[in-house]
């Protein structure tokens, strides 16, 4: 019986360290520091939309980083590629994504989900919708 006791607190220490990875990787304060002058954010508008392409197109990692899915809207940026994680500008191209509507806090937790002046800027586009959106874009 002492072998299923150490199952179980194995396994406990298991989720409680699979928790506190999420927690530091998603949520976490600790370990970014917001950039001093991030790109402008009218602070009047109640929403804003972001173009995602990558980790951002899945509801769970939404769910983990802004603490809903929200609804995701298929949407297209021409003009652009995309190389894994990253678009760089490509005349003939097209990269197919959604759009978010995200209030201001939960653009700030996307900033620090993409570590915004670290590893991504947050630039605005215009979406083949001819809708304006704000798109992560690496360093």
Known sequence: MRWVYRIGLLAVIAIALGFSYLWYTFQSPYGYEAPAHPPIM????????????????????????????????????????????DISPAPNEQVDGYTLSVTSDELQRLDRYEHLGERYRRVNVKLDSGQSAWVYQRL
């Open 42 to 85: 009218d602070s009047r508008l109640e929403h804003h939309t972001v173009f995602v392409y990558g980790t951002l197109r899945y509801a769970p990692i939404r769910w983990l980083v802004m603490g809903r899915a929200g609804t995701a809207t298929p949407a297209t940026l021409r003009g652009y590629t995309r190389d894994e994680l």
